[in-house]
């Protein structure tokens, strides 16, 4: 009886084992991350073209045959993250009004478009995507040209707009969310510079904003930023450009291009630099510092433990985006075997001259010192010489990395972002293939000198909210650096 079951289990066995390669279902699967060859994918991919006007503007398309929708839009830089402290509020504001009194959003939406307008800390952006094509593409283009030069918005769209935007900020800080902690990070982490104050502006600039600060606003950004064409689908960029050429070549358009400044294209030109041959001016300067906000009235607590990052020109940047993803992954995997938290992930924000690296964490105020214990251990073990990081556990990180950057890259609105961000970044986009190439480039011993670059013996901001009875403090985190 136990020869007969023996010889079926190894009957079975050896039936699994022989008919596992060709299942559909366990085909490409495998217990281990492996490397993967993006040479072939990247090599068949059309090129970024980018063409410099003789009166500074710039365009940039990228072809994708495949594609059935267009995204065309105009990028400024540098959004508010230099922009002057008068005109903090004012920034976002104008996101919001843009296209308020234009008709612009109906004649686009009448075409099968949809309109987007963004800001932020690197740029300001407005984009349509639609089945667009010939003079479909033409009139997209020249209706976002006269939304600059023409604004339509009226003082009572002002008025409700900045009572909506007061009234979303004073939510923001009753609930305590996520975005109101890492707005008080950066506030406290980078005092008296520009990064430090938000891009929705101190109350008193949103109150005493008036139409003709806005247009103020506007002229400045046509006049002394950079200003660029982005265009993404099934496009010839030579059409992008003739019409790119003729909106901007009217009368007294020459003038104003002429007082475009070179900043962005003269230092941030190459993507891998050392930040020794990083220059800019009022940069912003990380310091140390703890912010609490005690209240026992929040079922959860939270917190946000930062260091001083790598800017977008640093080439430690992409080493920290892989530590990134290593170290979410590793406190995923032990706040869920021990039930210390709801909610904890990594963060790495890259700007111009400076960045932010670290952990947020929601969780029941009980678990609050155990878990600060556990990041900081999980932090300063990258730092060590003794610490094991498998080859493995390297590859699923820079796996993730690589999956990020590829996501959402189908979509022309995504693409043309992509583009619009990088040029004004560093004057050109960065080919997937050499960005690829530097992501494979960082092993073991690169990831552990990075991380004691920026950890190891580094001052920390902490900011945190809820009842904090259990959060260690300021001195206890910092001597566990």
């Given at each position: 009886?136990?020869?007969?079951?023996?010889?079926?289990?190894?009957?079975?066995?050896?039936?699994?084992?022989?008919?596992?390669?060709?299942?559909?279902?366990?085909?490409?699967?495998?217990?281990?991350?492996?490397?993967?060859?993006?040479?072939?994918?990247?090599?068949?991919?059309?090129?970024?073209?980018?063409?410099?006007?003789?009166?500074?503007?710039?365009?940039?398309?990228?072809?994708?045959?495949?594609?059935?929708?267009?995204?065309?839009?105009?990028?400024?830089?540098?959004?508010?993250?230099?922009?002057?402290?008068?005109?903090?509020?004012?920034?976002?504001?104008?996101?919001?009004?843009?296209?308020?009194?234009?008709?612009?959003?109906?004649?686009?939406?009448?075409?099968?478009?949809?309109?987007?307008?963004?800001?932020?800390?690197?740029?300001?952006?407005?984009?349509?995507?639609?089945?667009?094509?010939?003079?479909?593409?033409?009139?997209?283009?020249?209706?976002?040209?006269?939304?600059?030069?023409?604004?339509?918005?009226?003082?009572?769209?002002?008025?409700?707009?900045?009572?909506?935007?007061?009234?979303?900020?004073?939510?923001?800080e009753d609930k305590l969310t996520k975005d109101?902690?890492?707005?008080?990070?950066?506030?406290?982490?980078f005092q008296n510079s520009d990064v430090g104050?938000?891009?929705?502006?101190?109350?008193?600039?949103?109150?005493?904003?008036?139409?003709?600060?806005?247009?103020?606003?506007?002229?400045?950004?046509?006049?002394?930023?950079?200003?660029?064409?982005?265009?993404?689908?099934?496009?010839?960029?030579?059409?992008?450009?003739?019409?790119?050429?003729?909106?901007?070549?009217?009368?007294?358009?020459?003038?104003?291009?002429?007082?475009?400044?070179?900043?962005?294209?003269?230092?941030?030109?190459?993507?891998?630099?050392?930040?020794?041959?990083?220059?800019?001016?009022?940069?912003?300067?990380?310091?140390?510092?703890?912010?609490?906000?005690?209240?026992?009235?929040?079922?959860?607590?939270?917190?946000?433990?930062?260091?001083?990052?790598?800017?977008?020109?640093?080439?430690?940047?992409?080493?920290?985006?892989?530590?990134?993803?290593?170290?979410?992954?590793?406190?995923?995997?032990?706040?869920?075997?021990?039930?210390?938290?709801?909610?904890?992930?990594?963060?790495?924000?890259?700007?111009?001259?400076?960045?932010?690296?670290?952990?947020?964490?929601?969780?029941?105020?009980?678990?609050?010192?155990?878990?600060?214990?556990?990041?900081?251990?999980?932090?300063?073990?990258?730092?060590?010489?003794?610490?094991?990081?498998?080859?493995?556990?390297?590859?699923?990180?820079?796996?993730?990395?690589?999956?990020?950057?590829?996501?959402?890259?189908?979509?022309?609105?995504?693409?043309?972002?992509?583009?619009?961000?990088?040029?004004?970044?560093?004057?050109?986009?960065?080919?997937?293939?050499?960005?690829?190439?530097?992501?494979?480039?960082?092993?073991?011993?690169?990831?552990?000198?990075?991380?004691?670059?920026?950890?190891?013996?580094?001052?920390?901001?902490?900011?945190?909210?809820?009842?904090?009875?259990?959060?260690?403090?300021?001195?206890?985190?910092?001597?566990?650096?």
């Amino acid at each position: 009886m136990l020869k007969h079951h023996l010889k079926l289990v190894l009957r079975r066995r050896a039936f699994w084992t022989a008919a596992a390669p060709s299942s559909p279902f366990t085909k490409y699967s495998e217990n281990y991350p492996s490397k993967i060859d993006y040479k072939v994918l990247f090599s068949s991919l059309p090129p970024t073209q980018l063409t410099r006007l003789p009166n500074r503007l710039r365009v940039a398309t990228q072809l994708l045959p495949t594609n059935n929708t267009t995204t065309v839009g105009i990028w400024v830089d540098p959004g508010s993250y230099v922009a002057s402290l008068k005109w903090k509020g004012i920034h976002h504001l104008l996101e919001r009004l843009i296209f308020k009194g234009t008709g612009v959003e109906e004649k686009i939406e009448m075409m099968g478009g949809k309109l987007v307008a963004q800001t932020s800390f690197k740029q300001i952006s407005i984009q349509a995507t639609g089945l667009l094509s010939g003079e479909d593409l033409f009139r997209p283009l020249k209706f976002l040209f006269s939304v600059l030069e023409n604004p339509k918005f009226t003082d009572q769209d002002i008025d409700r707009e900045l009572a909506l935007l007061l009234r979303e900020r004073h939510e923001a800080e009753d609930k305590l969310t996520k975005d109101f902690i890492l707005e008080n990070l950066h506030a406290n982490s980078f005092q008296n510079s520009d990064v430090g104050i938000s891009i929705f502006g101190s109350a008193s600039n949103i109150r005493t904003a008036t139409k003709q600060d806005i247009f103020n606003y506007m002229s400045e950004l046509t006049t002394d930023r950079m200003v660029l064409v982005v265009a993404g689908g099934g496009i010839c960029h030579e059409e992008i450009v003739g019409q790119a050429k003729f909106l901007f070549n009217k009368p007294g358009r020459e003038v104003i291009l002429k007082k475009v400044i070179k900043h962005g294209e003269d230092i941030y030109t190459k993507l891998l630099r050392s930040p020794k041959e990083i220059f800019s001016t009022g940069s912003a300067i990380f310091k140390g510092c703890e912010v609490r906000i005690d209240d026992c009235n929040q079922v959860l607590a939270q917190f946000a433990i930062a260091f001083n990052g790598a800017c977008r020109a640093d080439y430690n940047c992409i080493p920290l985006m892989i530590i990134k993803e290593m170290l979410s992954s590793t406190l995923l995997a032990r706040i869920g075997s021990n039930q210390l938290a709801q909610s904890m992930g990594a963060f790495n924000t890259n700007y111009k001259d400076s960045g932010l690296f670290g952990v947020y964490a929601l969780a029941m105020p009980d678990c609050l010192g155990d878990l600060a214990c556990l990041v900081m251990l999980e932090l300063t073990k990258l730092c060590s010489k003794r610490s094991v990081i498998s080859e493995d556990e390297l590859v699923r990180a820079r796996n993730k990395v690589k999956a990020t950057l590829l996501r959402d890259m189908d979509k022309t609105s995504c693409v043309a972002e992509d583009i619009g961000r990088q040029i004004l970044a560093h004057g050109r986009r960065i080919t997937y293939a050499e960005l690829f190439a530097s992501i494979d480039a960082v092993d073991v011993e690169k990831i552990k000198k990075v991380a004691s670059l920026f950890i190891n013996d580094k001052d920390i901001a902490i900011v945190a909210a809820g009842c904090l009875q259990g959060l260690p403090d300021y001195n206890w985190l910092r001597r566990r650096t």
